[in-house]
C-alpha cells in the first residue's frame, strides 16, 4: 500500500476530504448523513481528532480536525469500510463507494482556519442546494451560528477568533471577502 503524502502529526490541523467514485453520491436519503456522523463521533472524534468543521455534501465530505493522536489513517479506514458496507447493504449495491481512500491537507498556519471553514460552510449555498448556510442540516454552521446544540464540532476557538457568533454569520456570509491565494492549495478542487 502507498504511503501517503501528509503525516499525520497530533496537535496539528488537517482538512479531511473524499467524494463517491465517479462523482456519484455517497448520501442517498436523510439518515445516512446522520449514521454516517454517527459513525464519524464512532471512529474518528472519539479517540483521534477533536472536528473543528465539517459539511456533507450528497457526493463528498469535508471535515477541519484538530488531531489529539497519530492514527487517523486507521480510523478513516474503519469509518469509510463500515459506511460502505452499511450502504451497500441497504441500498441492495456493491463495490467501492468512495472514490478511493479518503484526502488530508495539512494545515500549517492557523490564520487559515478562518478562510477554510467559511468555505467548507459555503459549500452547499455554491452547490444550490440552500440559499444560506444555516439552512444545510448536514453542517457545523448551525452550530458556529447558534441555531443549533450540537456536540460534535469545536467551535469556540474560530467563533472567537471572528469576535463571536454574529460576527462569524457575518464574515462567512459576506461574498466581498477574498480568499487568499495561498489558501487555494487547501481547498477540494470540485
Request: hydrophobic content about 35%.
Amino acid at each position: 500500500m502507498p504511503r501517503r503524502k501528509v503525516a499525520f502529526l497530533s496537535g496539528h490541523y488537517y482538512h479531511l476530504y473524499n467524494r463517491g467514485n465517479n462523482r456519484q453520491n455517497i448520501f442517498f436519503d436523510r439518515e445516512h448523513y446522520l449514521f454516517f456522523l454517527r459513525q464519524f463521533r464512532h471512529h474518528v472524534a472519539a479517540e483521534a481528532a477533536d472536528v473543528i468543521a465539517y459539511c456533507l455534501m450528497p457526493n463528498h465530505y469535508h471535515f477541519l480536525v484538530y488531531l489529539r493522536e497519530d492514527s487517523l489513517s486507521e480510523k478513516m479506514g474503519y469509518l469509510s469500510l463500515s459506511y460502505t458496507k452499511a450502504i451497500n447493504k441497504r441500498c441492495q449495491r456493491s463495490g467501492g463507494l468512495f472514490q478511493g481512500p479518503f484526502q488530508a491537507i495539512h494545515v500549517d498556519v492557523e490564520a487559515y482556519l478562518l478562510n477554510l471553514s467559511r468555505y467548507i460552510h459555503l459549500n452547499p449555498v455554491k452547490a444550490g442546494l440552500v440559499q444560506r448556510p444555516e439552512d444545510w442540516e448536514f453542517s457545523s454552521y448551525p452550530e458556529y451560528v447558534e441555531r443549533r446544540r450540537g456536540t460534535l464540532p469545536q467551535c469556540q476557538g474560530l467563533q472567537q477568533q471572528a469576535g463571536g457568533a454574529t460576527a462569524y454569520q457575518a464574515f462567512v456570509e459576506s461574498e466581498s471577502v477574498l480568499m487568499p491565494a495561498a489558501l487555494q492549495s487547501l481547498m477540494l478542487d470540485e
